[in-house]
């Protein structure tokens, strides 16, 4: 073996419980030590191990996007959403139009315009994006 394949054997050994994610059980060790690094490294892009934080970030990313793929919502979806878990009816949206208009929206014969999508990101504190 060559120094470089010893150097990176033993290194690897105290690194691969870290940057290998297969199971539940690994991705939330790999979770555990992401925050851990977070709680030390916040955003700061000079620190000698943000490098690993970054990488530690991009590997969770790619098994939760393989295992737990969200689906696509329209703007449509996620007010219905944000209006049933807030426990709202069309009356207490006023601020996007009158009880016509929001039925309109509600039953897809009417788009949200920009004004209407920004008030309703103010409302639910979300970003506009959610309604596009």
């Known amino acids: 073996m060559t120094l470089l394949t010893n150097e990176l054997q033993t290194n690897w050994s105290a690194l691969s419980p870290l940057l290998l994610i297969r199971n539940e ?6 979770i555990n030590h992401l925050n851990q690094l977070l709680d030390e490294i916040g955003d700061n892009e000079e620190h000698p ?3 690993l934080l970054d990488t ?11 295992h737990y793929p969200i689906s696509e919502v329209s703007g449509l ?3 219905q959403y944000l209006m049933q ?15 016509g208009v929001v039925s309109e929206i509600l039953n897809g014969k009417r788009e949200l315009n920009i004004r209407q999508i920004r008030a309703l990101a103010k409302r639910f504190n979300v970003s506009a994006a959610v309604f596009v």
């Open 77 to 79: 979806e996620a007010l």
């Open 56 to 66: 530690l970030g991009t590997l969770i990313e790619a098994y939760e996007e393989e």
């Open 85 to 99: 878990e807030h426990h709202l009816t069309q009356s207490d949206l006023a601020e996007i139009g009158s009880q």
């Open 49 to 51: 191990l943000y490098g």
């Open 25 to 30: 059980e690994e991705l939330d060790n790999a």
